[in-house]
C-alpha cells in the first residue's frame, strides 16, 4: 500500500457533512478535516466542494501565461534523491549555459510574445554569486519587456553562501539587478524527517520557510510547491499546506499552490515507487484548494500531470494552468511525458473545452486578455 494512504485514527465528530457545512459558509477547515477528506473515496464530492471554494475567489476565470523556462545549468553540488535533473561537473550530460546564450533564449522569447522568464538551476560549484546578478542585469537588458521570474530558496540560501552576504543583501542585490518574483520550488515536502530520506543535502524545511518569509518582506510575490507521490503521508502533505497557509496569513506573499507530482521514471528514489495516479492528483489539488483559503490561486502544472488530468483538474478547484513554458527540462529529465511546450492557442483550447473562461495573464496575476 502506498505510504499516502496510511492515516493516523481522526476525531470521530469529522464527518464529510461537517466539512461541508464550514466550505459553504467559508469556514477554515482543520489539519484533521483535510486528512479526513484524503480518507475518504468520494472523490466527486471532494471535487464539487474544492469548485465551490475555486469559484467564490475566481469565477469561472482559469490563468495563463506565455512564459519561457530557462535553465543555467544542471551542475549541481547537491544530489537530491528524487532528482534527475542535476549532474556533478564534468559528468556526461552536464551543461552551464553562458550569459550570451541565456540572453538570447530571453529575446527569442520576449519575441514570442512572452512575458515571463522563468529561471532555476543547478548549485553550480564554480560560478560565484555575480554571474547571478549579471544574468538578471544582462536579461533585463535584452529583453526589458519580460518579467524575471527566478532562483528557489535554495538557491538564495546558496547565493548567501558562496558570497558572504545575509539572505536580506542576497534580495537587495538580486532585486536591483532585476528580480521580479519567485518560483517555489525547492518545498518538496517540508516535513523534515521526510525532507532526510528524499533531500538531506537542501536546506531544511524551516530554512525555505523563513527565506520565504524575508523574499515576502523585501516586497517580493513568490509561489508555493509541494512534491507529493514518493515516501510521504497524507498526514505529511497535510503538514506541508499548514506551513504554507500559517506563513500565508503573516506575510499575503503567496500568489500560486503549485502541487508537484513526483516523476518515478527515472530517479533515484525509484524504489518500488510508481508515482501518482490521476485519482490523488485530482483528490490532492481539490483539498488544496478547500484547505488553502488564503491562497487566490491553486496551479496544475500539466509538465507533470500531462494535459488530461489537468484539464480535468480545472472542475476540482484549480484555476491556473501555468503557460506555454517552452524546453522544460526538470521535470522532463524526470520521465514526464507530457510536450516540451504548449501553444497559447493550444492552452486556450483546453480551458474553453473544460467549460471556462481563458484569461492570459501576467506574472502577478494581472489580466491581460480575456479569450
Known sequence: MHSALVFRRLPAMITFKTISAKVHTSQRISTDEALFLFTS??????????????????????YFNVNRHINPT??????????????????????????????????????????????????????PFEFYEQTLQAIRTAAPRLHIKAFTAVEIEYFSRISGLTIEQVFQRLISAGLGSMPGGGAEILVED??????????????WLEIIRLAHLAGLKTNATMLYGHVET???????????????DETGGFQAFIPL????????????????????????????RIFLDNFDHIKAYWIMLGEKIAQVSLAFGVNDLDGTVIEEKIGHDAGAQSPQSLTKEGIIRLISNAGKIPVERDTLYNPLRRY
Open 41 to 62: 473515496n468520494d472523490l466527486l464530492a471532494i471535487g464539487e466542494l474544492a469548485a465551490l471554494a475555486n469559484k467564490r475567489k475566481n469565477g469561472a476565470n482559469v
Open 74 to 127: 544542471n551542475v549541481c553540488v547537491n544530489r537530491c534523491a528524487f532528482c534527475a535533473f542535476s549532474r556533478t561537473a564534468g559528468e556526461e550530460g552536464a551543461y552551464t549555459l553562458a550569459i550570451d546564450e541565456i540572453c538570447r533564449r530571453a529575446r527569442e522569447a520576449e519575441q514570442d510574445a512572452a512575458t515571463e522568464v522563468h529561471i532555476v538551476g543547478g548549485l553550480h560549484p564554480d560560478l
Open 194 to 207: 521526510v525532507r532526510q530520506k528524499i533531500c538531506p543535502e537542501k536546506i531544511s524545511g524551516a530554512q
Open 234 to 248: 497524507a498526514a505529511d502533505r497535510i503538514a506541508h499546506m499548514e506551513m504554507l497557509r500559517t506563513l500565508q
Open 261 to 288: 507530482a513526483f516523476q518515478a521514471e527515472n530517479s533515484d528514489l525509484k524504489l518500488d515507487l510508481k508515482g501518482t495516479s490521476g485519482l490523488d492528483d485530482l483528490k490532492t489539488l481539490a483539498i488544496a
